[in-house]
Each structure stands twice: as C-alpha cells, then as structure tokens.
C-alpha cells in the first residue's frame, strides 16, 4: 500500500479531502522523523513504537578491493510492532 492509496482510503472513509488528509498524513511523518533526529522514541498505543537502535561498531569488508573496512557506530530508525497489532496480523494471515 502507497501513501497515495492510505490518502485515498481514509479520505473516503472519513469524508474529509484528499488534500486535507495528505497534508495531515505528511505532517505526521515528519513529526515521527523529527522526534527520532532529536534521540526520541515514538509510542503509539496499539500500534506500536518508531524507535532509535544503535549499531556498534563492526568490521566489515569491502568485496571489489578485498580489503576490510571499520563501520563505525551509529543510530538507526526501527519500527517495533504492539503485541496487539502483531496479534490481529498473525489471525488475519491464517485466516486467509
């Protein structure tokens, strides 16, 4: 599903405008990605939560040159599903 598509749906379903619900859609993720930036997790009650993980630092190699290469440690976005939410997906996949 696109973000077009989630747009068009709860547009439809709420009766609000398309241009509207894209704007408030948009919005939201920048939110979500402002929030991670500044080091804070986002919590969404029967949802789930955006959270920051941090890589330590590894050692990888660089296959073209055969050599190996440090990655350093860093930060990166993750998605962490509600045990609700993953629930209802394990119940409506095996419905199917």
Same mark, same amino acid.
């Given at each position: 599903?696109?973000?077009?598509? $989630? #747009? +068009? &749906? $709860? ?7 398309? /241009?509207?619900?894209?704007? #408030? ?6 939110? #979500?990605?402002?929030?991670? &930036? ?11 939560? %955006? ?13 073209? !040159? ?6 350093? +440690?860093?930060?990166?976005? /993750? %998605? !962490?599903? /509600?045990?609700? %939410? ?11």
């Amino acid at each position: 599903m696109t973000k077009a598509e $989630i #747009v +068009a &749906n $709860i547009s439809e379903k709420s009766g609000i405008e398309k /241009a509207d619900v894209l704007r #408030v859609v948009e919005d939201f993720m920048v939110e #979500v990605k402002d929030s991670l &930036n500044q080091g804070n997790n986002v919590y969404l009650r029967g949802f789930g939560s %955006f959270i920051v993980k941090e890589r330590a630092e590894k050692t990888g190699r660089n296959i073209s !040159k055969n050599t190996t290469i440090k990655i350093p +440690a860093h930060n990166i976005p /993750a %998605f !962490k599903p /509600a045990k609700v %939410f993953v629930e209802s997906v394990k119940k409506s996949v095996a419905v199917k």
